[in-house]
């Protein structure tokens, strides 16, 4: 059978699509350090996050060695820290982020970094961000939660090791 050069060079072409895009998702999948958050943050009861140990008082608190928890609440429309006063946290750490919702579901992504979840009232999403030097990053609800969603966003603040130490932290 004769098959014209033409065709062949399209089949070859199309053959290197196919697997270029195989080589793309999978790389995505496994590749580029991408988790789905999981269910072991546990429950919380949204309509008394006041009564709870940490959301109570929602901030950053000192967990270890230059690790450091930080709990969120996500509500129309902003993140209790994150829009009146920035997240701020020390240089060079590890952050693990608690995050839930006090009414409906929100989004909270920490832009720039692999940091990003639903926060669902009742839920607690719970994920880890190594921070490197200075920076600042912003925070960006990204599931429509009502008419001011375009405006709910914030920061983190990356400040050096003897800032936030003078500070006190959270
Ligand atoms: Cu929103």
Redesign the pocket.
């Known amino acids: 059978m004769e098959i014209h050069a033409y065709e062949k060079f399209w089949l070859a072409a199309a053959l290197l699509l196919i697997v270029g895009f195989i080589a793309t998702v999978s790389y995505g999948a496994v590749g580029a350090g991408v988790e789905m958050i999981a269910d072991d943050g546990g429950t919380v009861d949204p309509q008394a996050l006041d009564e709870h140990p940490k959301f109570s008082d929602p901030g950053v608190y000192e967990s270890g060695p230059n690790e450091y928890d930080v709990y969120v609440v996500a509500q129309q ?1 902003a993140f209790r820290p994150g829009t009146a006063e920035p997240i701020r946290v020390p240089a060079d750490s590890t952050v693990t982020f608690h995050v839930t919702s006090a009414d409906v579901i ?2 909270f992504e920490v832009v720039g970094t692999n940091g990003n979840t639903m926060a669902i009232p009742g839920q607690v999403a719970t994920f880890t961000v190594e921070v490197g030097g200075p920076k600042e990053y912003g925070l960006l ?6 008419s001011a ?1 375009h405006a ?1 966003e914030g920061s983190m603040e990356v400040v050096p090791k003897d800032e936030f130490n003078a500070t006190g932290g959270a």
Do not use: Q, S
């Open positions: 429309f929100h989004g609800c990204n599931e429509y939660c009502g969603h709910m």
